[in-house]
Nanobody, 115 residues
Framework: QVQLAESGGGLVQAGGSLRLSCAAS????????MGWYRQSPGKQRELVAR???????NYADSVKGRFTISRDNAKNTVLLQMNSLQPEDTAVYYC?????????WGLGTQVTVSS
């Protein structure tokens, strides 16, 4: 049974920072990529950032220059450092991973940015 354990969400004022962490456990095999998506009320889930096992990253345009994704391959862990947070970043953030066979999702962690 593969599980993704997320942590690090919370409430922060505009301009502040948060760091999200996600650890994959279980018989997940070889991971292709790990990343973060987010979903706010009334909107579709969208990619925030993703990193491959080789370290290649891609970001949503809205977070470039503010968010940084990193990964510890040995621990199957992915981190998302979020700086200069804005109210429009408010959403439930979901950890995602793909092991060349299927995708896995975490339960989500709430990030709320007050103005």
């Amino acid at each position: 049974q593969v599980q993704l354990a997320e942590s690090g969400g919370g409430l922060v004022q505009a301009g502040g920072s948060l760091r999200l962490s996600c650890a994959a456990s279980g018989s997940i095999g070889t991971i292709k990529h790990m990343g973060w998506y987010r979903q706010s009320p009334g909107k579709q889930r969208e990619l925030v950032a993703r990193i491959t096992s080789a370290g290649t990253t891609n970001y949503a345009d809205s977070v470039k220059g503010r968010f940084t994704i990193s990964r510890d391959n040995a621990k199957n862990t992915v981190l998302l450092q979020m700086n200069s947070l804005q109210p429009e970043d408010t959403a439930v953030y979901y950890c995602n991973t793909n092991n060349y066979i299927r995708e896995y999702w975490g339960l989500g962690t709430q990030v709320t940015v007050s103005s």
